[in-house]
C-alpha cells in the first residue's frame, strides 16, 4: 500500500484560511478517487470531500464545507489539497487523506494527519 503525508495545519483564528497537503508516495494517486477526513476529539472519523481520479466529479459532506472549503487534485505531484477558508470552531480536527472507501478497503496507509485548531 501507499504512504501518505499531510501537512499544513495549524492554530488559526475564525475566519482564517488554512491550506492542506496530503503528499502521497509508493502508489499514484491518479489511480483513485481520493478525499479528505476529519476526526473531531470523541468523534469518528467522517469524509469531508471526496474528488474523483480525473477531477471531474466533486463532493462535499455538508452546505457549509461545500462553500468554504476546496478539494485540489495534483496528479503530476502525486498531491491532494484542501483549501479552507472561513474556518470555524467546529472544523477543528485532526486532518486525514486516503482514497475513497471501496471494496471494503483504502488504498494507502493511514498517515499522521495534520491537526487543525480554531479558536472563536
Known amino acids: 500500500q501507499g504512504q501518505l503525508d499531510e501537512s499544513g495545519g495549524g492554530l488559526v483564528q475564525a475566519g482564517s484560511s488554512l491550506r492542506l497537503s496530503c503528499a502521497a508516495s509508493g502508489r499514484n494517486i491518479s489511480d483513485y478517487n481520493m478525499a479528505w477526513y476529519r476526526q473531531a476529539p470523541g468523534k469518528e472519523r467522517e469524509i469531508v470531500a471526496s474528488i474523483s481520479w480525473s477531477g471531474a466529479n466533486i463532493n462535499y459532506a455538508t452546505y457549509s464545507v461545500k462553500h468554504r472549503f476546496t478539494i485540489i487534485r495534483d496528479n503530476a505531484k502525486n498531491t491532494l489539497y484542501l483549501q479552507m477558508n472561513s474556518l470555524e470552531p467546529e472544523d477543528a480536527a485532526m486532518y486525514y487523506c486516503?482514497?475513497?472507501?471501496?471494496?471494503?478497503?483504502?488504498?494507502?496507509?493511514w498517515g499522521p494527519g495534520t491537526q487543525v485548531t480554531v479558536s472563536s
Open positions: 486516503n482514497s475513497g472507501y471501496r471494496n471494503g478497503t483504502y488504498y494507502f496507509n
